[in-house]
């Protein structure tokens, strides 16, 4: 990659066995000009076949259609977005830039391919409100750029296909997984949360993201002469996690926990030990994050989260049947009923790296974080930072569990709860980052050529 320019991206948006799209404004394909209008491409033995209606306009093994100047877009139909979150839904997607389509088995996967810059005021309009300070729109524009950039350079390392190997250790009894970025190989980043949000210009990208990225342009989070593997999650609950504990086992000082409260605030207590960490998910610390306010949190929850009040501090409660089925359903294994959730390991925040199940049939310790959230939610539980109460015991076998838990999502790097308060009290971007991300520095890497 050629740091001195804007890098162009390819953003996996959807795969499906068939997909229908549309093309606003002037496109080409190998030299052949495409008609704007809606298009079906299908697979036809090895070749992606395009089609208008019953004509034939392309047929490849892989097409790349390319707008002729700045305002053509097109249209993706039934694009799926929250996948595995209890908001899934589908919906139609416009972009900007080109499209291409390659074969995946038996779907095809479109791909938009679009200036970095461009990309990143989307990704911020759909993270971010408009309503949001422009502090925090800064904050996380360098953020996202970072994250991104160490990601392309990170998959250039890797030799083969095979990264997602390393993120399974199965030994007897334990399961221990973790899911990363990296493992995309046929693009760049995907364009749902499993990545970051990006919906092209579906939403309005309002002028206060666009200028937060243009005001921050080419700028990125710098460590020992590597760009930061920068990392972002809703709500920490009063303390973040450190990268380690939550993907491969490599630490990063820059993604090492912080108490997101203002500095100088007094804090002694270790997590990691179970009577501690009990102590602090009980309660309801002094944190940036720790807020009920409307305002704030509209800059960072959407529409369809802003429901969802209780992030800092939450509780969930399962029967003996719900939570028995529900593991025998994530998990594909037959535990019996539960007789006890047991906290193994936990790291800084609290959260838990490793958790063991013990069953009438099976006993299985489980990690990291994301897989014991997966295992003991329909869609995602909001956090693995929790303590268990085992209720209503009878021989043995509780009739009801009730998890106490701190925070939402993996708790790494950046807090965007706790940073959008910290935008509103007045705390420059620069400051922000500093807060979240120990030992950087920020350093400007392109400019962008405009005409």
């Known amino acids: 990659m050629n740091m001195n320019t804007q890098p162009t991206i390819a953003v996996g948006i959807m795969a499906a066995p068939e997909i229908h799209f549309s093309l606003s404004g002037a496109f080409g394909s190998s030299g052949k000009a495409i008609p704007e209008g809606h298009y079906t ?64 088995e038996e779907k095809i996967r479109c791909i938009n391919l679009i200036a970095l810059e461009e990309y990143l005021q989307s990704v911020i309009s759909s993270e971010m409100s408009a309503a949001s300070s422009s502090e925090l729109l800064k904050a996380h524009a360098i953020i996202s750029r970072s994250w991104l950039l160490a990601q392309i350079q990170k998959s250039g390392k890797i030799p083969s296909k095979e990264t997602g190997s390393q993120a399974n250790q199965m030994k007897e009894n334990e399961r221990i997984r973790w899911y990363d970025r990296e493992d995309h190989v046929t693009f760049d980043v995907c364009a749902d949360d499993h990545c970051q949000r990006y919906q092209g210009i579906t939403k309005i990208i309002s002028e206060k993201a666009r200028q937060a990225v243009t005001d921050t342009e080419g700028e990125v989070l710098v460590s020992e002469g590597e760009i930061c593997d920068a990392r972002y999650a809703k709500c920490c609950g009063g303390i973040t996690e450190n990268f380690e504990n939550v993907w491969e086992p490599v630490p990063h000082p820059y993604l090492s926990h912080i108490v997101d409260a203002q500095a100088g605030n007094p804090f002694s207590m270790d997590l990691r030990n179970n009577d501690e960490a009990e102590k602090w998910i009980r309660s309801s610390p002094q944190a940036f994050c720790n807020t009920s306010g409307k305002h704030v949190l509209s800059q960072v929850l959407p529409d369809f989260d802003q429901a969802t009040t209780d992030f800092y501090r939450w509780k969930v409660t399962y029967t003996q049947k719900q939570l028995s089925e529900l593991i025998r359903k994530r998990s594909g294994c037959d535990f019996g009923k539960i007789i006890k959730l047991e906290a193994v390991e936990r790291g800084y925040s609290g959260r838990l790296v490793r958790l063991k199940i013990m069953g009438t049939k099976k006993t299985l310790i489980l990690g990291k974080e994301l ?11 909001y956090s693995s930072a929790f303590v268990v109460d085992h209720e209503e015991i009878k021989n043995g076998i509780p009739r009801k569990f009730i998890l106490n838990g701190a925070g939402w999502g993996h708790g790494v790097g950046l807090c965007q709860i706790g940073a959008a308060v910290m935008g509103e009290k007045g705390y420059s971007y620069q400051q922000i980052l500093k807060h979240y991300f120990k030992g950087t520095s920020l350093e400007k890497q392109y400019t962008v050529e405009r005409i």
Not at 58 to 70: V, W
Not at 371 to 381: A, G, M, P, Q, T
């Open 41 to 104: 491409a299908t697979l036809a033995n090895q070749n992606i076949v395009v089609r208008r209606g019953s004509e034939v306009y392309l047929s490849a093994k892989e097409l790349q259609m390319l707008p002729r100047n700045t305002s053509g877009t097109f249209e993706l139909q039934n694009v799926t977005i929250g996948v595995d979150f209890h908001w899934e839904q589908q919906e139609n997607q416009q972009f900007r830039g080109g499209l291409k389509l390659i074969r995946e």
């Open 371 to 381: 897989e014991i959230r997966k295992w003991l939610s329909e869609s995602h539980l």
